[in-house]
């Protein structure tokens, strides 16, 4: 069925119809765009989205590039831009491909080029200078030449568009917020994905730390994979060396769960025994138990104002900076007596 059929049998013209059905139906009256709806239903037609990107040097879809998509539990970033890309009636095409492996990488992003998105989100939190990083911006750099737009995730001092989190203040802001309700001696639990966010994370927690004048040795800082089983494998060894901590501070919340599961595995109960806290929030913190404390991360705030700069016709470097607050649920319930 082509756009001529739909036309003829919802009685309309085929700007009409294509108004209507490819992007533009605030310009058709509401009973006109139901007609034509039904006419399309009615006939099985389906939008060639080739020809559409062909026509109009982009598609209506997006692409996304990340480094994994996790098995265990939501990536709050992801989420965040699946949820964007719904609310505006946009498919997404995704590749998976670590941005320290470039070559993949590029690969991933000219495959993206060839269908012709809207716009490219390509999520990170590698060093604009980090080895190469100037080459796979190269490659952004032509998708904007051909149509599509390009916003980063977590990747700043381009000459694209980013929207990132202030990770460094995240992890003050959490340190602080556990100190207010008395906790002073803590380990971090860090992740060794590459990339900047769990370091982040972690100096901005041992500088608040220190700030307060309380002790914060390297020791207290145990690194794993950014991952859940990573998460218990560091409270093992945690374990082993724990020195009085009653505190601990995960830089993300799939590592938290993890260290819960090994904590509860040792007789120890979080909340009374030891305090635990993750960062992100994401929604399977507050149905476990007890409901585990987290740095709130505006991920669904960062989807839509990346989405906002994929408005601008082209990059300028534009960085958009957010920052989340600490929330403090049952595993954190505070000592009576600093």
């Not at 207290?220 to 009653?246: C, K, M, P, S």
Request: net charge negative; aromatic share 4%.
């Amino acid at each position: 069925m082509t756009l001529e059929d739909v036309a003829r049998e919802a009685g309309v013209s085929v700007s009409t119809a294509s108004r209507t059905l490819n992007g533009k139906p605030a310009k058709v009256g509401a009973a006109t765009q139901a007609r034509v709806r039904a006419a399309a239903q009615a006939l099985g037609y389906a939008t060639n989205l080739a020809a559409q990107a062909t026509a109009l040097g982009r598609s209506k879809s997006i692409g996304l590039v990340v480094s994994t998509i996790p098995e265990d539990y939501q990536n709050p970033v992801t989420a965040g831009l699946f949820r964007s890309a719904g609310n505006r009636d946009l498919l997404v095409s995704t590749g998976i491909s670590a941005l320290t492996d470039v070559d993949k990488t590029r690969q991933v992003v000219r495959q993206l080029r060839g269908q012709r998105p809207s716009v490219i989100f390509v999520v990170g939190t590698e060093p604009a200078d980090s080895p190469g990083m100037a080459e796979l911006i190269e490659e952004l750099n032509w998708a904007e030449r051909e149509g599509s737009r390009v916003v980063l995730i977590g990747v700043r001092g381009t000459n694209l568009d980013s929207v990132v989190m202030d990770d460094h203040r995240a992890g003050g802001d959490m340190a602080r917020a556990l100190i207010e309700v008395g906790y002073t001696e803590f380990a971090v639990i860090a992740g060794t994905a590459p990339g900047l966010l769990s370091k982040h994370r972690v100096a901005g927690f041992r500088e608040a730390v220190l700030e307060e004048g309380l002790p914060f040795t390297p020791d207290r800082v145990i690194w794993q994979e950014f991952t859940h089983d990573g998460g218990y494998r560091a409270v093992g060894e945690l374990l082993r060396r724990r020195d009085g901590i009653n505190a601990v501070f995960c830089v993300n919340d799939a590592m938290a769960i993890g260290a819960a599961v090994r904590m509860r595995e040792a007789g120890l109960t979080i909340g009374a025994d030891i305090a635990l806290a993750g960062c992100d929030d994401i929604p399977a913190l507050r149905d476990i138990d007890p409901p585990m404390s987290s740095m709130h991360l505006p991920w669904t705030e960062a989807a839509e104002e990346a989405f906002a700069l994929a408005e601008y016709p082209e990059s300028d470097g534009r960085t958009v900076v957010l920052e989340g607050h600490a929330v403090l649920r049952r595993s954190t319930p505070g000592l009576v007596s600093r």
